[in-house]
């Protein structure tokens, strides 16, 4: 399978998102690497750190019991302490983004409180005006959209909505600065690519996904950014359906936008992952925050790869 295209990206214009799994997998990898990430959208997940290395943390404090209730102020001392020993990139990298948080009404499987916190924690490093939370819109656990997905009433597969509200659309023009068009359709190439080539440690899924804008092919200068999936709703799972139909397509289009869509892998066995999360509590390293954690260096090594830096 092919390698990752070599593409004209702009300096200083990587930004990441994620759902879920994927929401805490984005604030990971921008904590991480903060020195090259620029803006940073959430879509129902919790604070960086907050499973502290615990799948059981994960279960009691990260998601929807009723003592869901993560302690940002405790989870923003530890990024600073983590960032003084050299494990993330300097920590006031993170004032220059801009961040999107999404929590639906409906969603069932992160409290209120989880989202709030990661709201809280982001407060400590990034201007007001650089921060937006959306919290009043009618969906479940995972990413809204004007027409493609499941019904918007339950919990269900693939995870993606149609409630008549363009989440990706909304998170990425805040991002942007504001500029909302998007076309009408994606008329780029959603290509596989190989991702054995940029994971030694074997974390990842084989195959990821690129999608390239027509204008972004040759060498005009384009934007990246970094798309995550969440649980249950890879390609073990859902094919190509949360590269095709979240969105991410139509704003690339018109805004010149190249968007990677990495993929976690399921395993049953070492790993114990049988829902195809990202890493947010410890299960395929006890360094999973830090940049040298399997799946954020998998990751970046991608970006380099298709940015060249």
Known sequence: MAPLPHLA????????SGV?????LAGQFHLAYSSLVDGVGVFAAGPWGCARGSLSRALGDCLSRPDSAPDPAALVAQARAAAARGNLDPIVGLGRARVWIFHGTRDDTVAVAVSTALVEFYRAFVPAAQLRYVDRIAAPHGIPTLTTGSDCGSTQAPYLYACGYDGVGEML?????GRAAVAAAGSGVLARFDQTRYDPSGSLAAIGFVYVPAACAGAHPCRLHVAFHGCRQGSDFVGERFARESG????ADRHELVVLFPQARRSLFLPLNPEGCWDWWGYSSADYLGRDAPELAAVRAMVRAVAGF
Do not use: C, E, K, Q
């Open 248 to 251: 991410y397509d139509r704003y």
């Open 9 to 16: 990206i702009a300096p200083t214009t990587i930004s990441v």
């Open 20 to 24: 879920s799994s994927g929401g805490y």
């Open 173 to 177: 023009a805040f991002l942007d600065g």
